[in-house]
């Protein structure tokens, strides 16, 4: 995950799948701050202190260190020189016809921000490289990410057909179904909006969110019949208040409840679910250093396996060390 500053209810549901595959699967995962500058190269003052708030939101959020390292890419130079070795190799127009390229180029250069760079067209085979170089066998990922996947696996068989070697396996992707969390005010959710809930919101601040979220339009008067399906709220009471929605839909149907009340309501589930987040959070910044030991102890766990690759890599390519 890029470090893009602090994460939102939105974001949860990914880190909860992580959570499952920290059980099944051996893990590593990365705060990306290469990819991050990327798009980004021109707003760096804030970079550490993003890796630090993603990094306490995943921890806080229940990710755990010690069944899984986490590490930032940039304090693991291997995935730096796999993403040169690999560019020796890798045919410039696979990366241009990834469907990412021109889309982000229009939408960046939309809002006037030219990110026609060298490392920006690279940046898949950086991603190509973060995956590889722990030779992954399966990558959790969302739709919008499958082409890149496919990349990491024609790189993986190229490079094994090249230097007549099996490296590298073939990494697949394990899609996951992240439901899709609409902004309070039913726009995309996110942060330069203002209509995102964070992850480390207080119960003030969560209240005030709700009280702010978009209702049926229709409904003026408590005494109107409501519309549920036109509402953010109740989007919200689907995903997170499974045991009452049916019900709250047949009252709001019939006027037998208030907004004021249905919104109250919401905001106690979503209490429940990001107070205990918010208290881990407070017992990691208890320990002012925890969270950049587990950082570095990540950055340690990570070094030693992606060293291991290197030199199979380095020896299969013909250069040393
Ligand atoms: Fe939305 Fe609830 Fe109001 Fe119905 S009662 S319009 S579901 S907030």
């Not at 909860?16 to 003052?45: K, M, P």
């Not at 990834?98 to 950086?126: C, E, H, N, R, W």
Request: proline letters at 5%.
């Amino acid at each position: 995950m890029r470090p893009t500053g602090r994460l939102h209810i939105g974001h949860l549901s990914v880190i909860e799948n992580w959570i499952r595959l920290q059980e099944d699967y051996d893990c590593v995962f990365g705060i990306v701050d290469w990819h991050a500058l990327t798009t980004s190269f021109d707003e760096v003052e804030a970079l550490q202190q993003r890796i630090r708030e993603i990094a306490l939101d995943w921890l806080s959020a229940g990710l755990d260190p010690e069944k899984s390292p986490i590490m930032v890419q940039s304090q693991v130079k291997e995935h730096a020189e796999l993403h040169l070795l690999f560019s020796m190799m890798t045919p410039l127009s696979w990366l241009e016809r990834v469907p990412t390229y021109k889309d982000q180029l229009q939408q960046f250069g939309a809002k006037g921000k030219d990110i026609s760079m060298y490392g920006f067209l690279g940046y898949p085979l950086l991603m190509a490289a973060d995956i590889l170089i722990y030779r992954a066998t399966h990558v959790p990922v969302g739709l919008d990410q499958v082409p890149h996947i496919e990349l990491a696996r024609e790189v993986a068989r190229r490079f094994n057909h090249l230097y007549q070697t099996e490296i590298f396996p073939e990494p697949k992707d394990i899609l996951s179904e992240v439901p899709m969390l609409p902004g309070i005010d039913n726009r995309k959710m996110s942060k330069s909006y203002g209509n995102d809930i964070p992850l480390s919101a207080s119960a003030e601040e969560i209240k005030e969110k709700v009280r702010l979220m978009v209702t049926d339009p229709g409904r003026v008067r408590k005494t109107d019949l409501g519309n549920p399906d036109v509402c953010v709220v109740h989007v919200y009471h689907k995903i997170y208040n499974n045991g009452e929605v049916a019900d709250i839909g047949d009252q709001c149907r019939k006027a037998g409840i208030g907004c004021v009340a249905c919104k109250q309501r919401l905001a106690a589930k979503l209490e429940a679910i990001l107070g205990p987040i918010r208290e881990r959070r407070a017992t990691l910044l208890d320990k002012p250093n925890r969270v950049d030991e587990i950082l570095a102890d990540g950055c340690l766990q990570a070094r030693a396996k992606t060293a291991e690759t290197m030199e199979l890599v380095r020896e299969a390519m013909g250069v040393r060390g």
